[in-house]
């Protein structure tokens, strides 16, 4: 197994720009997430990696090896698809003994493979099942199956959870998780989902409008998000905006309509003077804390989440969200307050001046 | 584009442009040219012959008559079995389509002794104190014999169209109207009907094309003076009167105007249906009352509309039959007699031959063309689109003319040996049900199914095979037993092209038979009933081979 690296790949549709100029690499092993909301290019990027679309301009490589020209059968990167795509006519195991037929294993070696692939997502006892008695969970298992079976160099997962109820995706997010681990395989998963992607990612790189915006750990996404948009698209996030007065490279503080915060900053190019936002996730913002900013804000209304409760806070013009995980922060609605938040819970990006394209 | 599929494109092209649009090309230009000058001399004599005006007439009237009864037996029809639940109504609809599979030209003549003017009809409707004296149905009001005869065997493809129309309108627009207020009949008229129209365009434009152009029923009431009797009759001296070539454009020029006209009309606008949350099926279960009441309805034109079928079959056993409702007394000579005659044979023969050849080179030709027009990009795809559905509204009767005179004098002249072109004009005629079917499959399995096999090692071609085809069997099988059964009953291609006896299929051996004058009628029923009885054991045995995979296909 190898890295995939992925260099300069792009993608026109008629005008619009699919996938714009997109270079990364993939790490032989890991589970690795592509990320963004529709329409970002994250699925036609798979569909590149799988042979189902050609590239305009750049490179995809198998470790040292280009794919460029190899037939989508002959890259050994099975396809799990958004609709499952079993087939209808075949059985189970019809089904998951296809990739092994083609690559012409012998019919004994093939049973035994079929029923331990089928063995490993809980699917044995259904083996000469027509796919249409299966539920959506049962088939999302043979699919699987029948993409690992092969054991292939990659495997190429389209929103696979996104046809499944709320419960059986829980469910099947720790199954996959539990499969790549087990099997090593490296994985690549589309999906718009961020909680997926967080919670079940090695890596992931969040795309938007055919660019990928940024790439890391889950953990690291979350905390320190590159720029506005992967903030707000992973998880929640206040945003507060206003002008660098002091930048040192690691640390920073910006003048805002509601005060001057100190925070982490995004990046070490971020220069005083420059258009900035203060980024707090509501997790952080406490109504009952000691942190060194700190903002005057109104209770405007209380939800219970059930886990937590959130509060919908107004300072001056500028919505907040707040949240507090147990008893609650003590506040009714309607309430004055101070909500607070340390310099290493704050983290400020970069942002465009007004008027700036 | 890959070079294998510009040669199948230009293969298919160039059989469509021999078989398709040549013969229609020769025919415009042996109606339009006279001794290689441009003239509409022949054209003025069609119009000035009053026999001429009266056949367009009166093939425009049977048309619209047709499809008037048509339209007023199917979409009743429709709302009975979509709307509603009463007992026996899977069978009854099935039962409900089997005219459609059964010849008309058959039919008409065992309704010649149903509707004689001593006949059971007329007995029945004196009886019945419904009528005083007997009506000339075979004299003076043969027209309505052959639109009752035409209407019966039609309706099954109204009520198709019409009540999938009726079905794809969302329960749930209709509840919208009532919500506001509407009444039942209002609500149909506002809300319905519109958006049934697209649906009703299409069974109406069917019928009334069959109608207009068909040959065999007209002459089996020997109401000869309509367009497509007229142009038979001038099939036998195509050479010295070139009138039967202006006569043909005629046919064809009414038929396209009919065509664009109601597509103008009333096919523009085809709805989608609105939103994917259904409410559900809207069929309703009926009190028994009304349930009995249902199921009689539509068990009364089963039985009405399998009269001609059943008046066959009485013609050929009947012994004695003067003066009564039913025969007196029963013979089945006539079925060994009719099968001892040294036309019937070769022409079973001959017919079996000639709808296999035809059903396996539709199925070449339609699965291959689906499959381009699904899954190929090419430029000229909406050109192929079109031209493969340009039999529908060209009539057997005008392909048959353009076939005969365009072929005449080359290796493929009919008069030396018909077959060839009798297979390619069934199969060139019912090619378009062959695509339709085809594609639909193509569109029904998505994409990703293919996709999955390629993913996995598989060519293009092992995919095909493997998952393609086998995922559109059904359809394609629908497809092949509708081409096959059209071909066994096809009449106007069979009498216009078939002139030697030994190369007669069933039908033109049939008109044949009826022509002799002291058992002819008792013959050409017997084969009449062969024919059916080969046509309900091939179906039967077609849906018996392949009946559990169809079963499990048509659940996908």
């Not at chain 1, 909301?37 to 301009?57: H, N, Q, V, Y």
């Not at chain 1, 040292?64 to 958004?82: D, E, L, Y």
């Amino acid at each position: 197994m190898d890295d995939i690296i992925l260099k300069n790949v792009t993608k026109r549709f008629g005008k619009t720009m699919a996938v714009d100029n997109v270079s990364f690499e993939i790490k032989a092993g890991s589970l690795f997430f592509l990320l963004g909301p529709s329409g970002c290019g994250k699925t036609t990027l798979l569909r590149m990696i799988a042979g189902f679309c050609e590239l305009d301009e750049g490179d995809i490589l198998f470790g040292a090896r280009s794919i460029r020209a190899v037939a989508p059968g002959k890259r050994n990167t099975t396809m799990v698809f958004q609709n499952y795509a079993l087939w209808p006519h075949l059985s189970v195991h019809q089904n998951v003994a296809y990739g092994l037929e083609e690559r012409g294993v012998p019919r004994e070696t093939i049973r035994r493979q079929v029923r331990e692939a089928l063995a490993g997502v809980h699917m044995e006892a259904y083996e000469f099942r027509k796919p249409n008695e299966l539920s959506g969970g049962q088939q999302q298992r043979v699919a699987l199956a029948r993409a690992l079976v092969v054991k292939p160099d990659a495997v190429l997962l389209d929103e696979p959870l996104s046809n499944l109820d709320a419960k059986l995706r829980m469910e099947m997010r720790r199954e996959i998780r539990h499969i790549h681990d087990e099997t090593g395989v490296t994985m690549i998963y589309v999906t718009h989902d961020q909680k997926e992607a967080l919670t079940m990612a090695d890596q992931i790189a969040v795309m938007s409008m055919g660019r990928v915006e940024q790439i890391g750990t889950p953990q690291d996404m979350y905390r320190s998000p590159a720029n506005i948009f992967v903030a707000t698209f992973l998880g929640e996030a206040n945003l507060i905006y206003g002008e660098l007065v002091a930048a040192d490279g690691r640390y920073g503080s910006l003048r805002t309509p509601l005060g001057t915060f100190q925070g982490r900053l995004a990046n070490r190019e971020m220069r005083e003077k420059d258009a900035g936002c203060c980024m707090v996730r509501p997790e952080n913002l406490h109504l009952a804390g000691s942190g060194e900013n700190q903002i005057p804000v109104q209770v405007a209304d209380i939800v219970f989440l059930g886990e937590a409760e959130q509060y919908l806070l107004q300072a001056d013009t500028t919505p907040l969200k707040a949240l507090a995980v147990g008893a609650g922060a003590g506040v009714v609605k309607g309430q004055q307050a101070r909500a607070t938040f340390t310099a290493e819970e704050a983290l400020l990006l970069p942002a465009r001046k007004e008027g700036e394209p | 584009m890959k070079k294998g599929t510009a040669l199948v494109i230009a293969v298919i092209a160039g059989f469509l442009g021999i078989f398709l649009l040549y013969p229609i090309l020769y025919v415009l230009k042996e109606a339009f040219f006279s001794q290689g000058t441009f003239s509409l001399a022949y054209f003025r004599n069609i119009l000035a012959n009053p026999t001429a005006r009266t056949a367009m007439a009166n093939s425009f009237l049977l048309s619209l008559a047709t499809t008037l009864v048509t339209a007023l037996l199917a979409i009743p029809l429709a709302f009975l079995t979509t709307r509603f639940r009463f007992p026996g109504k899977t069978l009854l609809t099935g039962l409900l389509l089997v005219p459609m599979i059964m010849p008309p030209f058959v039919g008409a003549i065992g309704m010649r002794q149903f509707l004689a003017r001593f006949g059971s009809i007329n007995l029945l409707l004196i009886q019945g104190g419904l009528i005083a004296s007997p009506i000339d149905w075979l004299g003076s009001a043969r027209f309505w014999g052959v639109v009752l005869v035409e209407a019966l065997h039609l309706y099954p493809i109204f009520y198709l169209n019409a009540s999938a129309a009726l079905a794809n309108v969302d329960p749930a627009l209709e509840e919208a109207a009532a919500n506001l207020g509407s009444s039942r009949l209002r609500t149909f008229w506002r809300v319905t009907l519109p958006l049934m129209m697209p649906g009703l365009f299409a069974g109406a434009i069917l019928v009334s094309l069959w109608a207009f152009t068909d040959l065999g029923t007209p002459l089996i009431f020997e109401y000869r003076n309509v367009m497509a009797v007229q142009i038979f009759d001038r099939t036998t001296d195509l050479t010295d009167n070139p009138e039967g070539h202006a006569l043909v454009v005629l046919m064809l020029l009414i038929t396209t105007v009919i065509f664009l006209t109601s597509k103008r009309f009333f096919g523009k606008k085809g709805y989608e249906t609105v939103g994917k949350g259904t409410t559900g099926k809207a069929e309703k279960e009926l009190s028994p009352f009304w349930g009995l009441l249902a199921m009689a309805a539509v068990g009364g034109v089963v039985l009405v509309a399998c009269l001609p079928h059943i008046a066959v079959i009485f013609t050929a056993i009947r012994e004695k039959w003067f003066m009564t409702i039913l025969p007196e007394s029963y013979t089945f000579q006539y079925f060994e007699k009719a099968l001892g005659h040294n036309l019937t044979l070769p022409s079973i023969r001959n017919s079996i031959l000639l709808s296999t050849v035809s059903a396996f080179l539709d199925i070449v030709l339609g699965v291959t063309i689906a499959y381009l027009l699904a899954r190929r990009k090419f430029r000229g795809a909406n050109l192929l689109d079109a031209a493969v559905m340009l039999p529908l509204a060209i009539p057997g009767i005008v392909l048959a003319f353009g076939y005969l005179a365009c072929f005449a004098g080359t290796a493929l002249d009919p008069r030396l040996n018909p077959l060839p072109l009798l297979a390619i004009a069934y199969s060139v005629r019912r090619l378009p049900y062959m695509v339709r079917a085809a594609y639909g499959g193509f569109l029904q399995i998505s994409q990703s199914l293919e996709e999955a096999a390629v993913n996995l090692g598989s060519g293009t071609w092992r995919t095909v095979r493997r998952i393609t085809l086998p995922l559109i069997s059904a359809n394609v099988l629908a497809g092949a037993i509708l081409v096959f059964s059209f071909a066994m009953l096809e009449v106007s291609e069979s009498l216009i092209l078939a002139v030697k006896e030994q190369y007669f299929p069933i039908t033109k051996a049939i008109y044949q038979l009826m022509g002799r004058i002291e058992d002819g009628a008792f013959m050409a029923s017997a084969l009449g009933v062969w024919s059916m009885a080969f046509l309900a054991v091939s179906l039967l045995a077609a849906g018996v081979l392949l009946g559990r995979r169809m079963g499990q296909l048509f659940r996908i």
